[in-house]
C-alpha cells in the first residue's frame, strides 16, 4: 500500500502568469471550470462553502455552483435549504467563503464573498428544474436536523408524496431556494514544482455587505 501521507508529490502544473489569465475573475473561472469539465472530474462543479455561525464557529461543505449570472452582475449561484444549518448561518453572517478543489488538475479557486438569497422567481425558475424525485427529496428532508433512523426519512418521503401524488408541478418549500455569492476577492492558484506555485488574485471593494462592489478588479500575485 501507498502511504499517501508520507509523500511529497511534486505539482507539475503550466506557468499561470499575468499574460495569460483573463480580464475579470468570472471569466477565467469559466475557463478553469471547462478545463475541469474536459478532464472529466467527477462533480467538477463541486464547491466548499465556508460558512460562520452565531457564535463565531466555522462550518464547511460542498454544494454545486448552478450559474455565475446574478440578478445583479456576475455571482456564484448555488441552491440550498434556507433552514439547514448552512441557511441559517448565512442568515446572520453573509459573508462566505468557497474553494473548488479541482486536485486533480493541480489546482484551486477560492472566492470571498457575500451570500444574497435570490428573488423568488429564480428559486422558482430553478426549482422546476428538479427532477419530481429531488422535489419529493425537498420536502421531506428537514436537512441538518437529527432523524432517529433512515426510516423516518422514508416515512417522510412518503408523506410528501401523497402530499403531492396529485399534483403535476410539486411547489417550492418555502425555505428552499437558490443564493448568489457576489464575490469579493478571486484567487486562481495553479499547482507548480517544488511549491513554488502560481496565486494570482482579484480583488475589488465591497464597502459593506449590503452595498454593491464598487472598483474596478485589481490584479495581484502571492507568494506561494
Ligand atoms: C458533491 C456534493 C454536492 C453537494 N451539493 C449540495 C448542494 O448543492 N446543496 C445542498 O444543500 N447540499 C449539497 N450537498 C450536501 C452538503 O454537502 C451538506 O451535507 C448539506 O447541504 C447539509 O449541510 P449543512 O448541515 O452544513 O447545512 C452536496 C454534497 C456533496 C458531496
Ligand atoms: C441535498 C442537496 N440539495 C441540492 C443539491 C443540488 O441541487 P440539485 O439536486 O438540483 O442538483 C444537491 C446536490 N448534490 C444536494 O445533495
Redesign the pocket.
Known amino acids: 500500500m501507498t502511504d499517501s501521507l508520507a509523500r511529497h508529490d511534486d505539482y507539475d502544473g503550466p506557468p499561470f502568469d499575468e499574460s495569460t489569465v483573463a480580464g475579470d475573475p468570472i471569466a477565467q473561472l469559466r475557463r478553469w471550470l471547462a478545463d475541469a469539465e474536459a478532464a472529466e472530474l467527477p462533480?467538477p462543479n463541486?464547491m466548499v462553502l465556508g460558512t460562520v455561525d452565531s457564535d463565531g464557529a466555522p462550518s464547511s461543505r460542498?454544494?454545486?455552483l448552478?450559474g455565475l449570472d446574478g440578478p445583479d452582475g456576475p455571482a456564484l449561484e448555488?441552491?440550498?435549504?434556507g433552514l439547514s444549518r448552512k441557511g441559517r448561518a448565512l442568515a446572520l453572517e453573509p459573508r462566505v467563503s468557497l474553494v473548488f478543489p479541482w486536485y486533480a488538475l493541480r489546482r484551486q479557486v477560492i472566492v470571498d464573498g457575500v451570500a444574497h438569497p435570490a428573488p423568488a422567481e429564480l428559486s422558482d425558475a430553478?426549482?422546476a428544474?428538479?427532477?419530481r424525485g429531488?422535489q419529493i427529496?425537498?420536502w421531506a428532508?428537514r436537512?441538518s436536523q437529527p432523524a432517529a433512523d433512515r426510516a423516518e426519512l422514508e416515512r417522510a418521503v412518503a408523506e410528501a408524496e401523497r402530499r403531492f401524488g396529485d399534483v403535476d408541478d410539486v411547489p417550492r418549500p418555502p425555505h428552499w431556494g437558490a443564493w448568489f455569492v457576489v464575490p469579493r476577492s478571486v484567487e486562481f492558484w495553479q499547482g507548480r514544482p517544488s511549491r513554488l506555485h502560481d496565486r494570482l488574485v482579484f480583488e475589488r471593494d465591497l464597502p459593506d455587505v449590503e452595498a454593491a462592489p464598487t472598483g474596478e478588479w485589481r490584479l495581484l500575485r502571492r507568494q506561494p
Not at 448555488?78 to 435549504?81: D, G, L, P, R, S
Open positions: 462533480d463541486a460542498t454544494v454545486l448552478k448555488f441552491v440550498t435549504n430553478y426549482w428544474t428538479r427532477p429531488s427529496g425537498g428532508s436537512q
